[in-house]
């Protein structure tokens, strides 16, 4: 009977959600991060606000007040080892080369001269197109986010106020067809003896295609600064407690969308931004059984919203529908959290659909020992790993998380009181 009052409440918050494609849910504490993500039924009250409402109702025993300045997490990602293979283009200095060789065409004399620059303008230039091939269409994604949190945990009426600024976003190299077909002509005009159309018909002089890049360094996401008041109340459904919150909120809206050629990365921030202002709310629901487990599910920006940048291209705040389960005792926490729909990023990242699975040891309530896992499901390669702890001697605490992989790594940090 237990199990059926939790499902009971799946199809309406599973309506408000339905088909929808949200950006990533995110994780804003370090108790949460270094749990592999899970929150929404292993959440305490200081982080009702961002997982759960409910949960300021369903708080654990001794929890009364709670306030935490600040709240700090950073990741940042690599999927598709963009990072590595700038580096090592970098390195190679294959653009420098390249223009190298035309000069040393350009100044040759004798026919022996011109025919060893030759072959070191189309060995450089291969070199090069090769080189430009590694970098297109690779992306790298970051998130940030800073706030803080007043929380007063209570069966009948529990609150809380939040203000907390999330940025997500990332950067894409796009390495244009035009670019690497000026590059090949030189170096197939060379080989095949046919100058007129790569030399400049004034001077003679070869023409260097690096001089006039058309690729592009392009940057897209967006600023999410909300300010909000949490309420949770438990009711007894058929003689079983059942906690609801709702998180009404304040949403200011920040797209970025700049595009700069790869030769100047010259960046207006002023012409890239655009900003909106909107009310949004979230609602969650968690129960809490004799036996120390507990569930619960959220639904996160419930009102749908589309917001179009500087540049046309449209960032989307859609509903994130995501359930809990988690077990509790005096020293132990296991949670597991799945988001229900998939998500896409705001910048160009591959869409997510995690599932965080994650643990805390609580010693003596003064040292907490926490590890977590997040995969994934939609792209295997996001998947990372995490570790973190918590020191809390009298009411005081401080919380640290670690989070990563091949391609990703984050870290957070909080400081709070609580009694």
């Known amino acids: 009977m237990r199990n059926k009052l939790l499902v009971a409440g799946l199809p309406l918050l599973a309506i408000m959600a339905s088909d929808a494609g949200a950006m990533s849910f995110g994780t804003f504490d370090p108790r949460s991060m270094a749990m592999g993500g899970a929150g929404v039924a292993a959440g305490t009250s200081a982080n009702a606000s961002f997982y759960n409402p409910a949960l300021l109702a369903a708080a654990k025993n001794g929890e009364s007040f709670s306030i935490e300045l600040p709240v700090i997490g950073v990741r940042v990602a690599d999927p598709d080892d963009l990072v590595d293979n700038l580096d ?11 223009s190298a060789a035309v000069d040393q065409w350009n100044s040759a004399v004798t026919p022996a001269q011109l025919l060893t620059a030759k072959d070191a303008v189309v ?40 203000v907390n600024a999330r940025a997500m976003g990332g950067a894409l190299l796009e390495v244009t067809q035009s670019d690497v077909g000026a590059l090949n002509a030189v170096i197939d005009g060379l080989n095949a ?19 006039t890049l058309t690729s592009t360094v392009q940057g ?34 920040d797209t970025f969308d700049y595009m700069a050629d790869v030769d100047t990365a010259d960046i207006s921030v002023d012409e890239g931004e655009k900003s909106y202002s909107d009310f949004n709310f979230d609602v969650g629901i ?15 920006n419930v009102i749908p919203q589309e917001y179009t940048t500087v540049l046309g291209n449209t960032i989307e705040v859609e509903p994130q529908l995501r359930v809990g389960l988690a077990y509790e005792n005096q020293s132990l926490t296991v949670a597991a959290d799945l988001d229900v729909i998939e998500n896409d990023a705001a910048g160009f990242d ?59 790594v984050g870290v957070g940090m909080q400081l709070g009181f609580r009694f």
């Open 286 to 300: 968690a129960h809490q059984y004799s036996n120390g487990w507990k569930t619960g599910v959220v639904v996160k």
């Open 123 to 162: 060995a450089t230039g291969t070199d090069l197109v090769a080189g430009l091939q590694t970098l297109s269409d690779r992306a790298l994604q970051g998130e940030a986010n800073v706030g803080m949190v007043v929380a007063i945990p209570n069966k009948r009426v529990g609150a809380a106020f939040h």
């Open 220 to 253: 897209r996401g967006v600023v999410l600064t909300e300010a909000g008041v949490s309420l949770a109340r438990e009711f007894s459904l058929a003689g079983h407690p059942v906690a609801v919150g709702v998180t009404p909120k304040y949403v200011r809206v």
């Open 350 to 408: 591959s869409p997510t659909q995690f599932l965080a699975v994650g643990a805390e040891w609580n010693a003596w309530n003064l040292l907490q020992l926490r590890a977590g896992y997040r995969h994934n499901i939609s792209d295997s390669d996001t998947s990372s790993a995490a570790l973190g702890f918590g020191i809390s001697p009298f009411g005081a605490h401080l919380d640290l998380a670690v989070v990563g992989s091949s391609n990703e």
């Open 193 to 211: 003896n046919n100058l007129a159309a790569i030399v400049d018909p004034g001077t003679g002089d070869l023409i260097d295609p690096t001089d």
């Open 88 to 98: 090592e283009f970098q390195d190679n200095n294959y653009i420098d080369n390249f």
